[in-house]
């Protein structure tokens, strides 16, 4: 009965809306046409867009912007939904407020779209040239609830959050001119055309919505910029902000291997697919963390002190750089085709993020050590903890690696308590990693190591130096390109791996063995393994299956694990391991100890909960390693050494 009630009721209402192409309810104030799709011509006149953002204790940017209009009537404007690099619907709208619309000084009321929370409908007033449209940005207080943007020493701008455009137009034919005011003293890095700078305030030359949201900016109290390569035909510099000033002065002295970063781009690309490049890094442990590419620039945040503690920089600070630097080309220029959509708020689709992000992952890894930021020993290191990692994965068993690219729309950047069975850990750049060397080797191999995969990179990425125009591709133009390398049924290794999925599916490890190695696990990691792998003394994963933070809380359980076995979760602190205070070291011992037969006993807590749990393993501590197959050729080795030429 409720349901014959409930659909006479929606039938009802259907009947009484217009017939016109309008969305809404009775209790909008207005109904709302349809939202105008995207058209390719050009926006009339250019969009003023002014940023203030000098309020750096409350942490809040205020936006002006004047947009020239030419008709009364209806207009959409749209706040950006689909942000670059983000791969899902990421746009803060929730943290926009104070949305106020003005035209020839009077007020203009919008409404929200009820179908679309990124969409503002208003009606321009006849008689009008333009509109004034004002609203603040509230960035995060505190890391506690997202990433902090804003801190009494820096900021960083990302302009795609800072904007609303018309709909109806895409977003490389509306034109915006951006003018941006900063604190005293403090000066900046971005990748657009700076007209003049004075007083504090920066103005822009005019660029479209498509770049300005794909060219951030760095600004801070302590700045500065270091070209990293000195009289090349394309500027390509590094701009430095930090937490405290003395950080820029050891900047100097490390430069040589970011300048070999880009010698050795140049060498395996062939070409520049930028007018310009612009590294913004931030060493800080107060703003927060970012690695995000750009096609002219890239936002990459560091330790505090990654220049001055160099030998101390984590191994994903050393990485960084070189993959967001290879997503210029590999995202940016070549950018999947179900990616290069029309404006910001149409929909993308991931369906080749394993190669946008996993081939990325690939070159990044690559160029570290091609450019000495990571000595061979550590990326060898890195390769082994990724092979041993998913060849002991379940989440194969139900889901194909192909399924990965779906997870942020799925829930951008989400987490579960399992990670290794609900692979929500970023497969598709990492797993793909695995089968990006495959595809090298098997090249090598084939070919007698006169072709790699250099040769396809080359061939599909450098097709257009300075072009800054995207390229789309399809999966059929990287078979293509892969086949120009060496033929080879491109299509079948790629499906196969891609889909595969059961309980006898296996992780690509293929490429290792091709490459003159094997996985293998020691009981103590070497020098190189520590220095990639920090907290290996607290890492229990190819062991008892889990890791430890530094307060003893179990975190990581690896899915069919002995932890996993003996009923241990993500949430338990380990009290004590055979009867004695916890601590690493104490636990390490006795996982040694266990494989003449002693125990493993650990009091574990949970909130008011103890438990006595015993680990039924005896296997010993286990490291990954990379183990060298006699009498073979070291493809590896020559994958990751410097090209000369």
């Not at 609830?145 to 977003?171: C, D, I, S």
């Not at 394309?234 to 900047?251: F, Y």
């Not at 190669?355 to 091609?370: C, K, N, P, S």
């Not at 889990?546 to 359980?557: D, M, Q």
Request: proline share 6%.
């Amino acid at each position: 009965m409720k349901r014959l009630i409930l659909s006479a009721c929606v039938a009802a209402l259907l009947t009484a809306l217009p017939a016109a192409a309008q969305v809404g309810t009775p209790a909008l104030p207005r109904a709302l046409p349809a939202i105008p799709a995207p058209a390719a011509q050009p926006y009339p006149g250019v969009i003023r867009h002014h940023v203030d953002a000098t309020d750096t204790e409350r942490k809040i940017i205020r936006v002006r912007q004047t947009i020239p209009v030419t008709r009364a009537g209806p207009m959409v404007l749209l706040y950006p939904k689909y942000l670059p690099g983000n791969h899902a619907a990421t746009g803060p709208i929730q943290l926009v407020a104070g949305v106020q619309v003005s035209a020839g000084g009077q007020r203009v009321e919008w409404v929200r779209d009820p179908l679309d929370p990124y969409a503002f409908h208003i009606e321009v007033p006849a008689g009008v040239s333009e509109i004034e449209v004002a609203f603040d940005y509230l960035s995060q207080l505190s890391p506690s609830q997202w990433r902090v943007l804003m801190t009494p020493e820096m900021l960083n701008l990302q302009f795609e959050k800072l904007l609303l455009y018309p709909a109806g137009y895409a977003h490389d034919g509306i034109m915006v001119q951006t003018s941006v005011r900063l604190p005293d003293g403090w000066n900046y890095g971005v990748a657009l055309d700076t007209e003049t700078f004075a007083g504090g305030e920066a103005v822009f030359a005019p660029i479209s919505v498509e770049m300005l949201a794909d060219s951030p900016m760095f600004a801070g109290a302590h700045y500065g910029v270091f070209d990293l390569d000195p009289g090349g035909r394309t500027q390509v510099n590094m701009h430095v902000v930090a937490d405290e000033a003395s950080e820029l002065d050891a900047v100097e002295a490390r430069l040589e291997p970011f300048r070999n970063l880009v010698d050795q781009a140049d060498r395996l690309y062939g070409v520049r697919p930028f007018d310009r490049y612009e590294f913004l890094v931030a060493t800080t442990d107060r703003l927060g963390g970012i690695g995000l590419e750009h096609h002219r620039s890239s936002e990459n945040t560091l330790e505090a002190d990654m220049f001055s503690d160099w030998d101390s920089a984590p191994y994903g600070d050393l990485e960084l750089l070189p993959h967001e630097y290879a997503h210029s080309w590999n995202g940016k220029f070549r950018r999947p085709a179900d990616q290069a959509t029309p404006n910001l708020n149409t929909p993308v689709q991931n369906s080749l993020l394993w190669v946008y992000e996993g081939q990325t992952q690939y070159w990044g890894a690559v160029l570290a050590a091609r450019s000495e930021l990571v000595t061979r020993e550590m990326a060898l290191a890195n390769l082994a903890w990724t092979a041993a990692f998913y060849d002991a994965q379940r989440g194969r068993e139900w889901r194909a690696l192909q399924d990965t690219v779906n997870q942020n729309l799925l829930g951008y950047r989400s987490s579960t308590p399992w990670a290794t069975w609900s692979r929500t850990g970023g497969d598709y750049y990492r797993e793909a990693l695995l089968m990006w060397l495959d595809a090298d080797t098997l090249i090598r191999e084939a070919t007698r190591d006169r072709r790699s995969l250099d040769d396809f990179a080359r061939a599909f990425f450098g097709i257009e130096d300075g072009v800054w125009e995207p390229r789309p591709y399809t999966f059929d133009d990287v078979v293509a390109a892969l086949n120009v390398a060496h033929p080879h049924d491109w299509a079948g290794f790629l499906r196969e791996r891609l889909d595969a999925v059961g309980p006898q599916a296996e992780a690509p490890l293929d490429g290792i063995e091709r490459g003159g190695y094997r996985l293998a696990f020691v009981e103590a990691p070497d020098a190189a393994y520590r220095r990639v792998r920090a907290d290996w003394g607290r890492d229990f994963l190819f062991s008892l299956g889990f890791t430890l933070t530094a307060s003893n809380s179990i975190t990581n359980v690896l899915w069919g694990s002995p932890a996993y076995e003996a009923g241990l979760t993500q949430g338990w602190d380990i009290v004590a391991v055979n009867d004695t205070a916890a601590s690493a070291g104490r636990l390490r011992d006795a996982v040694t100890a266990a494989k003449d037969g002693g125990p493993i006993r650990l009091i574990v807590r949970n909130g008011d909960r103890f438990r006595t749990v015993e680990i039924a393993y005896t296997g010993g501590l286990r490291y990954p390693t990379l183990e060298r197959i006699a009498g073979t050729r070291d493809r590896l080795g020559d994958i990751l050494t410097p090209r000369r030429r």
